[in-house]
């Protein structure tokens, strides 16, 4: 089967300015993600690597890489652009026969990622018909609730511990895969099903703000690369 690996990095952020390119360990942001992607490459030679991308460094990074680069336009590069914007968008421009059976969405905020997360998650979608996206997700454990009108409403009893509560999950952002099929038509993309795969006691960051940085060198410095890519 044919598999595309998708790299989105835009140029702009509104919390973190210019993250994708932002040096971590003298390395731009988004070089720790196309590295992964050649990795990958290397084990599984049926993989294409493609960098969706607005920025002009980002561009120059990925092909001195050797990374094929399809450049992203203005409408579906600012911060409300959906995701399924930016996929059907390179899909047009590489998929004409429809030769690619799944996309894999590797986001470069989100570096963090064992290299064997990607077949498993093919071969899930391959074994559970019903659902045509997968998405990494980590636990939360937390204790959280509303305000309403300056009054606190937790979601748990008072008595609950945090290591009493059972699966609450958010996405991780370091993988989400698709099926190729129908994904053009967005009114069925909407209703389709989402196989949930977690990952569990692993260690994952996803930069929303600075502080998200220190938090990933620590993570990097803990981190084999060897054990990561097993």
Not at 143 to 172: A, C, H, M, V
Not at 191 to 210: A, P, Q
Request: charged share 30%; with cysteine.
């Amino acid at each position: 089967m044919s598999v595309l690996v998708l790299i989105p990095a835009r140029a702009g952020s509104q919390r973190v300015k210019n993250k994708n390119i932002r040096l971590v360990k003298k390395k731009p942001l988004v070089c720790w993600t196309i590295e992964y992607a050649k990795k990958l490459k290397e084990i599984y030679s049926n993989l294409n690597i493609v960098v969706s991308t607005d920025c002009p460094r980002t561009k120059k990074i990925s092909k001195l890489s050797k990374i094929y680069v399809i450049e992203r336009p203005k409408d579906i590069s600012g911060n409300k652009a959906s995701m399924h914007s930016v996929i059907s968008h390179v899909l047009k421009k590489i998929d004409a026969m429809n030769k690619i059976k799944y996309v894999v969405l590797l986001q470069p905020t989100s570096p963090i990622r064992k290299i064997n997360w990607v077949l498993k998650g093919i071969k899930i979608l391959n074994r559970n018909p019903k659902f045509e996206n997968l998405i990494h997700l980590t636990k939360l454990n937390k204790y959280i609730g509303k305000l309403k009108k300056n009054e606190w409403k937790p979601e748990f009893s008072t008595n609950t511990r945090s290591q009493d509560i059972l699966n609450q999950l958010e996405p991780s952002g370091c993988l989400f895969i698709y099926k190729r099929k129908n994904f053009d038509n967005k009114r069925k993309f909407d209703k389709r099903l989402t196989y949930g795969f977690v990952s569990n006691n692993f260690k994952t960051v996803n930069i929303d703000y600075e502080e998200d940085f220190v938090l990933l060198d620590y993570y990097i410095k803990k981190s084999s690369l060897k054990k990561l890519y097993k």
